[in-house]
């Protein structure tokens, strides 16, 4: 039986791993780390449980093609619970003129029917741009990620025709119009605030906005659901599968170098030993890889355009991370909520002026009871602010310092949480290039507007029986990215070897 070694066990790793032992190989992966899921993780501190990736998951719906592929890797199986909250997100907007404040709700609901009506009656004067929002969302309910197989692949069970990407078409014609601007702009023709601002929050403003439609569109066909358990039970889960096929995992096993002879990857460097493989999977960061993983950098056509594309300033989505446990029952109050700031602060250069944040209720597990688990995300390329204060010891009296910021912010906005912080905690860009080894702590990679989505391979020229899946491969990333470049690389290594694909 041949030997696969796999880099990573993130989700892209243990997709690639379960469908290799699947297929009849024998399959270690090497994990830098103590722990698998890579990005998808969460933590846990004195009680309370962060939820740190997985903030709604592509694929949870049944009918999408990508729900058969999680079903494939055991991330979902029959029981598992999938939470579809709607509103799927509101916005808390305030206005002052005169020393009087004006507060209004707006929510985003997933059904449609309700959207329209409530958006309307929120802003009278942007009905007929509700109404064309509503038109594009209607359109993108039919668009999903496609789950596909590669040619010439001999495999059990065949992946649906592409004639399944026929219903897209309303979608896909709407694409140019909306590649051509970003996200902040498609919501900046909305008269009202407090609807700009819920448009802006749903996904990083920078987009272009194909990912907004996409996302809502997601989220109003039944997907973009949250797993019970979240991330770390998404991760859970395909480990268990992975070892239950035979796989093993070596925990604190960095690999330093993948090796190559003859054009052949033929395996790996490890803690200084060689490993021998007749294949490698590499689903670190790809760009990463590229540079770091190999003898010599690798100088393929995208590769370069890889380097090109993602070493720009605000290519890539960075962020920090901030998680506060408070001793407060807030779980009559919506999951997650965008407000703008009265007192706007700066930040690694950038001026806030507004949060959102999401709440997870001690009833589901993510705090002791009665209490609250609060996260914020900051995004944002922080990664050289960090990067100094580390340097000139400043490093947790910034931490400090953001944090004291949202929370003042966060106490206005929820009274309820004054002085019952129990716990808090700031993740930075730093923290998750230490964690998981990316670019600047980058786990996602944006498309501005204008500029051409470009779809990386899985598998390079030149050295054959190696073998690329991860985020990177194709914009934005996610875990749905992970999970299906980790299924083509699979299909790439069976066909190379000669094997069934078996899914
Ligand atoms: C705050 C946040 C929110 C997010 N929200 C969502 C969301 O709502 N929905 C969604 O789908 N996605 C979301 N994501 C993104 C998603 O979590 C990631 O895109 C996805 O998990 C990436 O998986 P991956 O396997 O490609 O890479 P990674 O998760 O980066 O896994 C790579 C693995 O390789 C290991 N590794 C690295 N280098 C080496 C080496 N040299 N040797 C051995 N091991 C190595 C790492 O430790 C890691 O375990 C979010 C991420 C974050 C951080």
Known sequence: MNNIL????????LAAGIYARKSGFNVTIYESHTGAGGNCTSWRRKGYLFEGGLHWLTGSGSDKPLNRVWREVGALTEETRIDRGDP???CDWSSGTDGTTVRQRVCLYRDMAKLKKHLCEVSPEDAPRVRALCRDITRF????VPVMDIPLLKTTVKAPSILGLIKMLPAVVRIPFLSAQSVADYAARFKHPGIRLLLSSVVNPNYDATALLVTLGCLASGDGGYNEGGSVALAANMTRCFEGLGGVIRYGKKVEKVLVSGGRACGACIGGETVPADGVIVTSDTLRAIDTLFDLPVREGWACTMRAKMYRPGALIMCSFISIGVE???SDLPESTAFPLENPFEHAGRQITSLAYKLYRGSDGYAPKGCSAITLIISGDSYDYWKQAREQGCYDDRKRELFEQILAAL???????????AVWDVATPLTYE????????SWMTITP?????VFYPCKPKRIRNCYFAGQRITPPGGTPVAVSTGRTAAQYLCRDFGVVFTS
């Open 434 to 441: 230490r964690y998981s080894g990316t670019w600047h702590g």
């Open 6 to 13: 796999i880099v990573g066990a993130g989700i892209a790793g």
């Open 88 to 90: 799927f997100k509101i």
């Open 411 to 421: 106490e206005k906005q929820l009274p309820a949480i004054t002085g019952k912080v």
């Open 328 to 330: 407060a029952d807030l």
């Open 449 to 453: 507007a204008l500029s051409r989505r």
């Open 141 to 144: 309910t039919a668009f999903s």
